[in-house]
């Protein structure tokens, strides 16, 4: 039963990990950047929503709300203003333009909030469920939050595979110049697919913070991207359903290596897992293509 | 509004190259004009600086009273110019009715159109008809051509621009497309530009041709004449 | 050929000495605060030259060298510690043993780095600046590697009874211009020629013969000696090290070091260290001059390395030695160009 235990709640976490690598696969997929402000955007909009809240006694659900929003006006502005002009240059830029993004957004966060750590209180209760006399290591919080993030790809998948705006957004992230000689506004698509990423990291972050007590500080988000980003590289980085199947696999491994290890060695794991993927198959577990898009 | 696409001293660079050295064109409205050269002749910067994603460094484009040098790449189509790219230009990764869609997104009347444009597609095409549902990538030469053409027609274009069509395709694949613009170019009054280096083929369909080499037109008249010039045919044409 | 090459050597050399003898000779006047800034800087130098080498001459990017700088400078405690009464001689072998250690790191991770590109290379660096510096917590290793408290040693005393910080910024100064007379060296050798190579054109520099991987994993190796030496240094100058002294974001402002002085240039590296390790000083100063809360200067020098990489990639992509190169080489584009013109 432990072992099922481990599973269950690790899978759960990794929901959370498999939202921030759709943020990350979606960028990724549309324009082959990597978004390593990720981490710092959705750190900023947690906060942001962690005000409303804790200090201004919004609802959580106007917080929630507010810090969806934040997040799409935030990851459309990133692109129109740090992205759009480094287009086409050495892929090595908008690496350093992300990273100094995440520099810029912890440095402004400890400005606004301070270095120190604060609480975010869920909206659910963290108490675990019981079957008879069993404990299952699964609480009404994590429900709410595999069903949030459930619900959001859903309506992504919705969004992409049944709209036109979908259609045109899929057409500009696989040929932006057929889509372009198609009348696609592509520039106006890759602001949309930013903005939306940012949302879906968003609301990973809000997710996330409510987990543990004294989660939230300006730097607490940097262990999620590298998870968020394995689970990503796991699943192929180009591909949303892998995304989510990877989250889920890395959520497991670390729940057990944790487990069965030591939960000192947390974030090294994450690295080791990542290693051996990217020796063993560099495209990801899970990528239709095996050629690698680098 | 009959003024079709005229073009008037265009020079187009890449650096230091001259792809079109001062290339004049008046494209007869209705009727099929092939462009024909080797490679590198500047057949495709011709393409790519009529749509707009090669900006031209001197000259003018004009098309039905549009200054095409002031029109973004994206309403280009919206003017009634749709592009068949070379390579085929099919998105791989999205089925077959979802590239046809793309072809008419633009349109306010997008719902109607849609639905008459695909049936008139699938009639015109029918293998792409059996394979709607099927990604792009599964598609042979053949179809993934059909489907470039079909995708263009689905905007209901008054000039389609074609690049190399016939690349690497059976020779009765060939005959078929080109077949196929004859009846369009004929029947719908489409006006068609062809750009190939398949010279014979092209010259068996079009109405009018004209002879890049080097960024320069060097030859232009009726495609009967055109293909009649031996000298023409051996400096230029290779057969 | 070999006469040219041993006169860059000579010519370096001497550059390196002659450079070395204004710096000790300037360390005389400095307060001891000074001495220890200059100490900070020449510490920075070697990691930033060692990365900017990575970097800029093999096109490979490493967020990583905050944790080669972790591996270093614990390589140095563990063996301060339980060597104590290490004097001043063998301190340079104990520094040759952080860069060695480091450097083996590095070619273990170099070897896996040499498959990635781009992207999934500055990813896995990252997932290492990260996971690393956790070691030292893990259960089994605490008696070893000291925990979260790290560990406590001392650095030999200073020769002849000189002033501590000034005998701290001369070991760091010999220490930053043997790294920097190196890294020269290798790059005008046939080694960073090859590095050259393999940044500007993968697929040529292997059809000339050249083997990508090793020339990468070399780079890496390099790279990861220069950062465990100065964590080495880092530690001596320091007597303690800790788990919590090698975040993520010292990672970064290495990299925003380096992008500062223009990838690729040794100079620039110079440049780069002293704009990052002066920068929190600056900031502390600027904000009791305004009176800013303490959150605000705290974050001040990082919001300015952050507000720094986007600016230096959005205006001089190539860094502030590129962006006056571009500048002179457009001035003289200029001034021939227009003759022709007339």
Excluded at chain 1, 197 to 204: H, K, N
Excluded at chain 2, 175 to 198: C, P, Y
Aim: hydrophobic share 50%; aromatic share 6%.
């Amino acid at each position: 039963m432990t072992f099922l235990n481990l599973v269950i709640s690790g899978a759960a976490n990794g929901v959370v990990y498999a939202a921030v690598a759709l943020a990350l696969v979606l960028i990724w997929r549309s324009t082959g950047i990597l978004n390593f402000a990720q981490g710092g955007m959705l750190m900023f909009t947690t906060f942001i929503a962690w005000d409303l809240v804790h200090l201004h006694g919004a609802n959580y659900w106007v917080g929630l709300v507010v810090a969806l929003l934040a997040g799409l006006v935030l990851g459309a502005v990133v692109e129109r203003v740090l992205i759009r002009p480094i287009e086409g240059g050495p892929p090595i830029n908008p690496v350093i333009v992300t990273l100094g993004l995440l520099l810029l957004l912890e440095a402004v966060a400890g400005m606004i909030w301070g270095s120190g750590v604060s609480s975010f209180a869920p909206e659910f209760s963290l108490n675990d469920y019981h079957v008879g006399h069993q404990l299952i290591l699964f609480s009404p919080d994590y429900l709410f939050i595999v069903l949030a993030v459930l619900g959001v790809m859903v309506a992504l998948y919705v969004l992409f595979q049944h709209t036109p705006i979908g259609l045109r957004m899929r057409a500009s992230a696989f040929n932006p110049e057929v889509a372009r000689l198609l009348g696609v506004r592509v520039g106006r698509l890759l602001t949309l697919g930013w903005g939306l990423a940012a949302m879906v990291g968003a609301l990973a972050g809000v997710l996330i913070a409510g987990t543990q007590p004294g989660y939230i500080n300006p730097n607490a988000f940097d262990g999620l991207l590298i998870l968020g980003f394995t689970a990503a590289v796991v699943g192929g980085l180009d591909s949303p359903l892998g995304a989510l199947a990877g989250g889920l696999l890395v959520g497991v491994i670390q729940q057990l290596l944790d487990n069965y290890v030591s939960i000192d060695l947390d974030s090294f794991y994450t690295f080791v897992v990542l290693l051996v993927v990217l020796m063993l198959r560099p495209s990801g577990l899970f990528s239709r293509t095996a050629v690698r898009r680098v | 509004m009959t003024s079709g696409l005229v073009l008037d001293n265009v020079v187009t660079t890449y650096g230091a190259v001259r792809a079109l050295d001062g290339v004049s064109l008046d494209v007869a409205d209705g009727k099929i004009t092939a462009v024909l050269g080797a490679n590198g002749a500047g057949k495709t910067t011709l393409l790519r600086t009529v749509n707009g994603l090669v900006r031209p460094a001197a000259g003018s484009i004009r098309f039905g009273g549009h200054d095409l040098l002031a029109t973004p790449v994206e309403r280009i189509v919206t003017l009634g110019i749709a592009h068949v790219p070379e390579g085929r230009g099919v998105i791989t990764e999205l089925t077959v009715e979802e590239n046809l869609r793309l072809g008419a997104l633009w349109r306010s009347d997008r719902r109607r159109e849609t639905v008459n444009g695909l049936a008139t597609v699938y009639e015109m095409f029918p293998p792409l008809a059996e394979r709607r549902d099927r990604a792009a990538d599964t598609l042979s030469g053949g179809e993934r051509q059909m489907l470039a053409i079909g995708r263009a027609l689905m905007s209901r274009p008054s000039l389609l621009l074609l690049d190399e069509p016939s690349l690497g395709l059976a020779p009765r694949i060939t005959a078929q497309i080109m077949a196929t613009l004859r009846r369009l170019s004929a029947e719908d009054g489409l006006t068609v530009v062809l750009v190939e280096q398949n010279a014979r083929s092209a010259l068996s369909v079009a109405d009018s041709a004209v002879i890049l080499n080097l960024g320069r037109v060097v030859a232009s008249g009726a495609a009967d004449d055109l293909a009649g010039d031996e000298q023409l045919r051996h400096a230029y044409l290779g057969f | 050929m070999s006469l040219l090459r041993r006169s860059t050597l000579l010519r370096n050399g001497l550059l390196a000495l002659c450079g070395l003898g204004i710096m000790l000779a300037v360390t005389e006047g400095l307060s001891d605060y000074r001495n220890t800034q200059l100490a900070n800087i020449a510490v920075t130098v070697c990691a930033v030259a060692g990365l900017t080498v990575l970097t800029g001459l093999s096109g490979q990017i490493s967020l990583g060298n905050g944790a080669f700088m972790f591996v270093g400078a614990y390589t140095v405690g563990l063996l301060l510690m339980h060597n104590p009464g290490t004097n001043n001689g063998e301190l340079v072998l104990v520094l040759a043993a952080s860069a060695l250690v480091a450097a083996v790191a590095g070619g273990l991770v170099g070897v896996a780095a040499a498959r990635l590109r781009g992207p999934y290379l500055a990813g896995i660096t990252l997932a290492l600046a990260l996971g690393l510096p956790a070691l030292p917590e893990y259960s089994h290793f605490q008696g070893k590697l000291g925990g979260h408290a790290g560990l406590n040693f001392l650095a030999p005393n200073p020769p002849g009874g000189m002033n501590f910080f000034r005998w701290q910024a001369w070991v760091c100064l010999i220490g930053a211009v043997v790294t920097l007379f190196l890294l020269a060296n290798l790059s005008r050798s046939r080694v960073g020629r090859a590095f050259r190579a393999v940044r500007d054109d993968e697929i040529s520099a292997s059809l000339a013969g050249l083997s990508v991987a090793r020339v990468q994993i070399l780079a890496f190796t390099v790279s990861a000696a220069c950062a465990g030496l100065a964590g080495g240094l880092f530690a001596v100058i320091n007597g303690n090290v800790l788990p919590s002294g090698f975040p993520i974001s010292l990672s970064l402002s290495l990299l925003a070091a380096a992008v500062f002085g223009g990838l690729g240039t040794l100079s620039g590296a110079v440049y780069g260290s002293i704009i990052v390790t002066l920068l929190p000083q600056w900031s502390y100063d600027l904000a009791h001059a305004f009176s800013m809360p303490d959150r605000v200067q705290l974050n001040l020098p990082q919001a300015v390395y952050g507000a720094g990489l986007i600016l230096g990639m959005l205006l001089f992509p190539l860094g502030i030695q590129g962006g006056v190169r571009r500048i002179w080489a457009l001035g003289r584009n200029a001034l021939r160009t227009k003759p022709a013109g007339n």
